[in-house]
């Protein structure tokens, strides 16, 4: 047991380590984006077809040192592994203090994390903890001479707003165009990766704390006669505690001061304030070990009494019975782990399969949220005028590669919702599910007319009102028209159209639960930008479940389309609404969710493989307590020639009929995520997996078990 303390405390030490030194490089990020002293970052961007000359970008950085505004343009070496950012500062001077470097020993070509020379000139060096961060800053007037294009997007950092409008207007005018402004794109999930680092690293080491509990208590109980002894002699149980943890206290702080002195020598480029860090990150570590040992001496001093811990009376079944309780919470965690990891897995599979299947829309972007901004309490109390602005940007958005889709009608419904849906109308007409989708949609998607058997194609300019019914409800065509025009006037370019059954994709995956994106033969209402009315459309939404998206397959990124639209925000009002860090495409979503769900597998998987190494502690555990208590009995068996089954027989079933006892207890809890085939099968693999553990450690340790029983000796 000693010898596993020793692994499982250095096991916590390591992983103490690496999560400190993961979360210091994080955090230590922040210094290479510094602001360069300002307060706000806006994104300047500068068309292609600007034909700017490098006269006129000189011109530019005087006029935003004039509006105390500094200009950032961030680019990449050839490899592209190195982030190089150039700024518009008259001196480097500057640059240096603003990273907080002193280093002059060098030429003042530029501040760089890395060793490298640039144009023949050695950088003034920063030392990046771990030497993983490559960053290098030069100075504007540099990028210049390199002749590479001057348009493309810039940082601008500023203090005051009305400074930034007057730079813009200057820039406008030297340039002779309209300057385009968004803020960044935010659509990362680092700051979700580094929660999921910290949460790991608690749930292990909780686990393995938890563990050594056990071990501890296991192994105080083997020396309780000491403990007794110590107490007859008239120790308080603190010094009965100093006299059995000094070793293990030695040791621990030996393996905790090694440890540290080693990464000091190991790690790359550490400051006083890691030192600091992993220092106080070690010693509380090291005091909670020592305490959890503290608490094993206390329980067994306090729980004991004196006569007993001198005259070593058995409390295996008390701490048996302990182990229990703590083997059942074991259990149970476990088999939920594993159900949660093969339902996230699962998961994991289908969205990675839907991503396949949708990867022509991968390109396709959304606007994610509708901000709240400055004038929304006007602008949104007035329904008239919110719906007019929607209407007007869908309708320039066509101008685009867009298509629409909103299926949300055909959202699973609650029984009260299935109950109402059932009712007939007030004019008595029984009721219809439709969705609502545009030319684009159509034409692309290949709908096939059940008369000519060839596509529906639809014109931009269609401004009829069309009606798209599944050939299996052809017979219900008149009904269909009766429940429609009790809500819509009726007109003689009113078309309705009988489409060959068929499957339509959504382009929303949280349509219907297992659908796979489509909708079986869907009633559809198409619209376009000359029949769409107030309040039909819906441009905003909540990531792919917005109607509306558009293809980015020709543009950069996100921004630069973004940008391309800005003018028309800011005629209907939106620009402070929709900004650019909510655009982002559908590949995108996808790809932050598999990673999102890949990370709760990782992540139930460690808590499963803990908890299974404490189930397995707990049940050697208790095979060793059982021998320690009846290792005379077991002894005399075992010299009348009884196999290992029928000496132990009865501990083994009782611990079958326990395990039994618990997963039925488990089944009645959480029935709602079993099937009875599910319950059988994991009752077969928990009782097989515990008759097999018990029967592998029982032959293990009754090899010598004879002669030391004979000899007087103990387990």
Do not use: W
Not at 370 to 380: K, T
Request: charged share 20%; proline share 1%.
């Amino acid at each position: 047991m000693k010898k596993l303390n020793i692994i499982f405390s250095l096991i916590i030490i390591i992983l103490t380590i690496f999560t400190a030194c993961f979360l210091y490089d994080f955090y230590q990020k922040d210094i290479y984006y510094p602001y360069y002293g300002k307060k706000n970052i806006q994104l300047l961007n500068i068309p292609s077809d600007s034909n700017i000359s490098s006269e006129d970008f000189i011109s530019v950085m005087d006029r935003a040192s004039n509006n105390s505004v500094i200009l950032e343009k961030t680019t990449t070496d050839s490899e592209g592994s190195i982030l190089i950012h150039y700024v518009s500062l008259e001196k480097l001077n500057l640059l240096k203090y603003i990273l907080k470097t002193r280093d002059y020993s060098r030429s003042e070509k530029c501040v760089s994390t890395i060793q490298k020379s640039i144009d023949d000139q050695n950088c003034i060096l920063i030392s990046d903890f771990l030497n993983n961060d490559k960053h290098t800053y030069m100075l504007m007037n540099d990028y210049i001479i390199t002749g590479n294009s001057l348009s493309g997007q810039y940082n601008a950092y500023y203090d005051n707003q009305d400074d930034l409008n007057d730079f813009y207007n200057s820039v406008s005018e030297i340039l002779d165009i309209d300057v385009t402004t968004n803020t960044n794109n935010t659509f990362s999930t680092s700051e979700n990766s580094t929660e999921f680092i910290i949460l790991c690293y608690i749930i292990i080491v909780g686990i393995l704390l938890m563990m050594l509990l056990f071990f501890n208590i296991f192994g105080v109980y083997k020396d309780s006669r000491i403990i007794g002894i110590y107490k007859l002699n008239g120790f308080s149980d603190f010094r009965v505690f100093r006299k059995m943890v000094k070793k293990y206290f030695l040791l621990l702080i030996g393996l905790s001061l090694i440890s540290f002195i080693i990464s000091l020598l190991i790690i790359k480029n550490i400051d006083i304030f890691f030192i600091i860090i992993l220092f106080v990150a070690l010693a509380f570590i090291s005091i909670l070990q020592i305490l959890i040992y503290y608490l094993s001496v206390f329980i067994i001093s306090r729980k004991i009494k004196l006569f007993d811990l001198i005259k070593n009376v058995s409390l295996t079944e008390t701490i048996i019975k302990a182990n229990m309780l703590f083997k059942t919470i074991a259990l149970g965690i476990i088999i939920i782990g594993v159900l949660l990891s093969l339902i996230q897995f699962n998961n994991y599979n289908q969205r990675k399969k839907i991503l396949s299947d949708f990867n022509d829309y991968a390109n396709y972007a959304v606007f994610g949220e509708f901000y709240m901004a400055g004038d929304s309490e006007s602008f949104l109390g007035n329904s008239d005028e919110m719906d007019e602005a929607e209407l007007q940007l869908y309708q320039f958005l066509n101008n685009y590669d867009i298509i629409y889709a909103d299926f949300r009608a055909y959202k699973t419904m609650t029984e009260k919702e299935v109950f109402a849906f059932s009712q007939p109308t007030q004019n008595g007409n029984k009721r219809y599910k439709y969705a609502k989708v545009d030319y684009n949609y159509v034409n692309k998607i290949g709908i096939k007319d059940n008369v000519t058997h060839q596509n529906i194609t639809l014109d931009k300019d269609m401004g009829y009102t069309l009606i798209l019914i599944p050939e299996k409800y052809e017979a219900e065509l008149e009904n269909i028209k009766l429940y429609y025009y009790e809500y819509h006037e009726k007109k003689d370019t009113d078309q309705f159209i009988i489409y060959e059954n068929d499957k339509m994709p959504t382009l929303n995956p949280n349509v219907v639960e297992n659908s796979e994106y489509k909708i079986d033969c869907p009633i559809m209402k198409v619209i376009s930008p000359n029949n769409v009315s107030l309040r039909l459309i819906s441009v905003f939404g909540s990531g792919y479940e917005t109607p509306l998206k558009i293809n980015l397959e020709n543009y950069e990124d996100e921004n630069t389309f973004y940008n391309e639209i800005a003018f028309k925000l800011v005629e209907l009002k939106l620009d402070d609404n929709l900004k650019a860090d909510v655009f982002y495409t559908i590949g995108e979503i996808f790809n932050v969710e598999l990673l999102k769900l890949s990370q709760q597998i990782i992540g139930i998987t460690i808590l499963i493989v803990m908890f299974l190494i404490l189930y397995l502690n707990i049940i050697f555990q208790n095979v060793m307590l059982f021998f320690q208590s009846q290792f005379k009995k077991i002894a005399v068996y075992k010299l009348h020639g009884y196999s290992d089954y029928k000496i132990l027989k009865s501990t083994v079933n009782m611990n079958l009929i326990f395990d039994s006892l618990v997963l039925l207890a488990i089944f009645i809890a959480f029935y709602k995520y079993f099937t009875i085939l599910t319950f059988v099968f994991i009752y077969i693999t928990v009782c097989s997996f515990d008759y097999i553990l018990y029967n592998i450690i029982i032959k293990y340790k009754l090899k010598n078990f004879v002669s030391n029983a004979i000899k007087g000796g103990e387990l």
